[in-house]
């Protein structure tokens, strides 16, 4: 599982907001998610063969106007 980065392709049956790219990363004993605006980290378990818990510890938090509704 270390070193493992992903990209969101769909959330509840949709594609995330045109223009984003939604990410996570798991690195250095610490999951970090770019969630098109903000960043948010914090550490992670694993459990069998499909199960992550990433539990946040913290996030960056910034006013992002575009793309449209990316603050929702």
């Given at each position: ?9 769909s ?8 223009g984003?790219?939604i990410t ?8 970090t998610e ?7 980290f914090g550490?992670?378990m694993v459990g ?21 509704n990316?603050?929702?």
């Amino acid at each position: 599982m270390e070193d493992t980065h992903d990209i969101l392709r769909s959330f509840k049956g949709g594609a995330p907001i045109p223009g984003t790219e939604i990410t996570l990363a798991i690195e250095g004993g610490e999951a970090t998610e770019f969630a098109g605006c903000n960043t948010y980290f914090g550490s992670y378990m694993v459990g069998g063969t499909v199960t992550l818990t990433v539990s946040v510890l913290g996030s960056r938090e910034m006013a992002c106007l575009e793309p449209e509704n990316i603050m929702e």
